[in-house]
Protein backbone atom coordinates (compact mmCIF):
# COMPACT_ATOMS: atom_id res chain seq x y z
CA UNK A 1 0.00 0.00 0.00
CA UNK A 2 1.19 3.36 -0.67
CA UNK A 3 1.98 6.28 1.39
CA UNK A 4 -0.38 8.91 2.30
CA UNK A 5 -0.32 11.88 0.30
CA UNK A 6 -0.85 14.77 2.57
CA UNK A 7 -0.83 17.33 0.08
CA UNK A 8 -3.25 20.34 0.83
CA UNK A 9 -4.29 18.61 4.02
CA UNK A 10 -3.77 21.02 7.32
CA UNK A 11 -4.07 19.55 10.57
CA UNK A 12 -6.92 21.08 12.39
CA UNK A 13 -6.14 19.14 15.71
CA UNK A 14 -2.67 20.61 16.27
CA UNK A 15 -1.21 16.94 16.92
CA UNK A 16 -1.46 15.22 13.78
CA UNK A 17 -4.64 13.68 14.00
CA UNK A 18 -7.29 15.12 12.52
CA UNK A 19 -6.18 16.22 8.99
CA UNK A 20 -8.71 18.18 6.46
CA UNK A 21 -8.34 19.06 2.37
CA UNK A 22 -11.16 21.52 1.71
CA UNK A 23 -12.69 19.94 -1.54
CA UNK A 24 -15.35 22.86 -2.29
CA UNK A 25 -15.31 25.61 -0.24
CA UNK A 26 -18.27 26.82 1.88
CA UNK A 27 -19.67 30.42 2.85
CA UNK A 28 -20.83 31.57 6.08
CA UNK A 29 -20.18 30.84 10.24
CA UNK A 30 -18.49 27.42 11.34
CA UNK A 31 -21.06 25.81 13.70
CA UNK A 32 -20.71 26.22 17.04
CA UNK A 33 -20.89 23.71 19.69
CA UNK A 34 -24.71 21.93 19.85
CA UNK A 35 -25.42 23.33 16.73
CA UNK A 36 -26.97 20.65 14.56
CA UNK A 37 -25.05 19.79 11.54
CA UNK A 38 -26.90 17.92 8.58
CA UNK A 39 -23.98 15.98 5.98
CA UNK A 40 -23.72 13.77 3.71
CA UNK A 41 -20.30 11.90 4.04
CA UNK A 42 -18.74 8.36 2.70
CA UNK A 43 -15.99 7.10 4.84
CA UNK A 44 -13.18 4.71 3.36
CA UNK A 45 -10.26 3.24 4.26
CA UNK A 46 -6.74 3.94 3.15
CA UNK A 47 -7.25 1.80 0.33
CA UNK A 48 -9.92 3.02 -1.03
CA UNK A 49 -12.72 0.61 0.27
CA UNK A 50 -15.87 1.99 1.26
CA UNK A 51 -17.50 1.02 4.78
CA UNK A 52 -20.43 3.37 4.84
CA UNK A 53 -22.00 5.99 3.39
CA UNK A 54 -25.19 8.52 3.58
CA UNK A 55 -25.71 8.80 -0.19
CA UNK A 56 -25.91 5.06 -0.43
CA UNK A 57 -28.94 5.24 1.96
CA UNK A 58 -29.78 8.23 0.16
CA UNK A 59 -30.54 9.97 3.90
CA UNK A 60 -28.45 12.93 5.23
CA UNK A 61 -26.68 12.36 8.46
CA UNK A 62 -27.61 14.30 11.49
CA UNK A 63 -25.81 15.00 14.47
CA UNK A 64 -25.10 17.72 17.58
CA UNK A 65 -21.63 19.47 17.44
CA UNK A 66 -19.88 18.46 20.67
CA UNK A 67 -22.12 15.87 22.53
CA UNK A 68 -20.57 12.78 21.65
CA UNK A 69 -22.40 11.58 19.60
CA UNK A 70 -20.13 10.96 16.71
CA UNK A 71 -16.01 9.91 16.18
CA UNK A 72 -13.83 13.14 17.75
CA UNK A 73 -12.51 13.81 14.50
CA UNK A 74 -16.00 14.68 13.00
CA UNK A 75 -16.70 16.77 16.12
CA UNK A 76 -13.65 18.89 15.65
CA UNK A 77 -13.88 18.42 11.51
CA UNK A 78 -17.25 19.81 11.18
CA UNK A 79 -17.11 22.25 13.74
CA UNK A 80 -14.49 23.48 11.23
CA UNK A 81 -16.48 23.81 8.21
CA UNK A 82 -18.74 26.38 6.69
CA UNK A 83 -22.47 25.94 5.29
CA UNK A 84 -21.68 24.25 2.10
CA UNK A 85 -18.23 23.32 2.95
CA UNK A 86 -17.13 19.78 1.23
CA UNK A 87 -14.08 18.45 2.40
CA UNK A 88 -11.81 15.64 3.33
CA UNK A 89 -11.54 14.39 6.96
CA UNK A 90 -8.51 11.96 7.16
CA UNK A 91 -8.42 10.62 11.02
CA UNK A 92 -6.12 8.99 12.64
CA UNK A 93 -7.64 5.79 14.95
CA UNK A 94 -7.75 7.98 18.34
CA UNK A 95 -9.68 10.37 16.34
CA UNK A 96 -12.11 7.36 14.67
CA UNK A 97 -12.60 4.00 16.00
CA UNK A 98 -9.59 3.47 18.24
CA UNK A 99 -6.53 1.01 16.78
CA UNK A 100 -8.80 -2.21 16.45
CA UNK A 101 -12.35 -0.07 14.29
CA UNK A 102 -15.04 0.67 14.77
CA UNK A 103 -17.42 -2.81 15.70
CA UNK A 104 -14.25 -5.09 17.37
Same mark, same amino acid.
Given at each position: ???????????????GGL????? *??? *??? +?? *??????HAH??????????????????????????????????DQG? *???????????? +??????????????
Amino acid at each position: MSKFDETDFIDISGDGGLLKKIV *AEG *AGE +CP *APMDEVHAHYTGTLDDGTVFDSSRTRGKVFTFTIGRGQVIKGWDQGF *ASMKKGEKALLR +CRSDYAYGDRGQGS
